[in-house]
């Protein structure tokens, strides 16, 4: 199984972007997915969650109100829509998939090689 994650990129302060995670196989669909992140010499932290059942989203304080994850089951993809970004938002972020959600990252089995998003202010 394979998460391939795109759409990240330079962008100014303010402004959005959309990063996407697409599963190779369909055997995960049921998976939660997630987005994490990691900026330059910190560890790497929760962004945001979503289930498939009933599509309930689960947000880190830093980040909502900010960012919407959502998912397209027909797709097979995950995505993160991120809109007034902020300099501290500067991470590589990876997507994970996983049986159960958490905001642990152990707790997810399979993880995407991730994508650098940098913030200019």
């Known amino acids: 199984v394979q998460l391939v994650e795109s759409g990240g990129g330079l962008v100014q302060a303010g402004g959005s972007l959309r990063l996407s995670c697409a599963a190779s196989?369909?055997?995960?669909?049921?998976?939660?997915k997630a987005w994490f992140r990691q900026a330059p010499g910190k560890e790497r932290e929760f962004v945001a969650a979503?289930?498939?059942?009933?599509?309930?989203?689960y947000y880190a304080d830093s980040v909502k109100g900010r960012f919407t994850i959502s998912r397209d089951n027909a797709k097979n993809t995950v995505y993160l829509q991120r809109k007034s970004r902020k300099p501290e938002d500067t991470a590589v972020y990876y997507c994970?998939?996983?049986?159960?959600?958490?905001?642990?990252?152990?707790?997810?089995?399979?993880w995407g090689q991730g994508t650098q998003v940098a913030v200019s202010s």
């Open positions: 994970a998939a996983g049986r159960v959600s958490s905001v642990l990252a152990d707790a997810y089995e399979y």
């Open positions: 979503i289930i498939r059942s009933d599509l309930s989203t």
């Open positions: 196989e369909r055997t995960i669909s049921s998976y939660a």
